[in-house]
């Protein structure tokens, strides 16, 4: 009875869900996380998709989210005005609602 009881329930796919703001960090923060991330052996979910104006997210951004036993959120100045990134995060939370606060990443000028 176990057995099927633990058969029944979702499997991890992915260690880590990336969220993020495409515009603000795609190319250089979350591109370098992710890699860094990888080469660790750290299996991660990085949303490759532009999403159309208007469009939810869709059911599979929501089953990674599920299926991630942790998410990082990469808080970048324009995240909160994304329709699409708020999505995420109340997925997020409504899914792990306990998380770890890291603080703020700030880059100094020299």
């Not at 996380?33 to 059911?59: A, P």
């Amino acid at each position: 009875m176990a057995a099927a009881a633990a058969s029944s329930s979702p499997q991890r796919r992915y260690d880590v869900f990336l969220s993020f703001r495409g515009e603000d960090t795609h190319n250089n923060f979350t591109a370098h996380l992710d890699k860094e991330l990888r080469t660790e052996g750290i299996d991660c979910f990085i949303d490759e998709e532009k999403l159309e104006r208007g469009k939810t997210i869709s059911s599979a951004l929501v089953a990674a989210i599920e299926n991630s036993m942790f998410s990082i959120i990469v808080l970048s100045e324009n995240y909160a005005s994304s329709r699409w990134c708020v999505e995420k995060l109340v997925k997020i939370l409504e899914c792990k609602p306990n998380f770890l606060q890291c603080g703020s990443l700030r880059c100094q000028k020299s």
